[in-house]
């Protein structure tokens, strides 16, 4: 099930970039032909969503690891407490997924040749 919801996130993440970069191709061609590089527009257009990453991830690490103990606590007299390696492996692997996703999109739009982004709409 965990593996089903890290697919469908991914799916529903490289949407977002998706309607993102499409609303963004005029953008990305002005900054290309202006002279900014591929780093400076994936690191410009990746902004948004490290930003919306970093609070997710801290509001959910935080409230789920409070709501599970909890709830182990009243299920269970004697249990294991969640240890910091059981909140950062999911937080990395969901952080790696999302920035390989959006980069890539970001990436394969902005390699694009400008005049065709600039004809675009």
Excluded: C, W
Excluded at 13 to 31: A, P, Q, W
Excluded at 86 to 95: A, E, G, Q, R
Excluded at 102 to 115: C, F, G, H, M, V
């Amino acid at each position: 099930m965990g593996i089903l919801a890290v697919i469908l996130s991914a799916i529903g993440l490289f949407t977002l970039v998706s309607l993102n970069v499409l609303r963004r191709v005029k953008e990305i061609g002005v900054r290309k032909v202006l002279g900014a590089g591929l780093p400076h527009i994936v690191t410009l257009m990746n902004k948004v969503f490290i930003i919306v990453l970093v609070i997710a991830t801290v509001l959910g690490a935080g409230v789920s690891t409070y709501i599970i103990n909890i709830l182990m606590g009243e299920i269970f007299t004697y249990y294991k407490e969640i240890d910091l390696i059981t909140v950062l492996l999911p937080i990395i692997v969901v952080t790696i997924i999302s920035l390989g996703i959006s980069s890539y999109r970001i990436l394969s739009t902005a390699q694009k040749n400008p005049i065709e982004s600039l004809r675009y709409e």
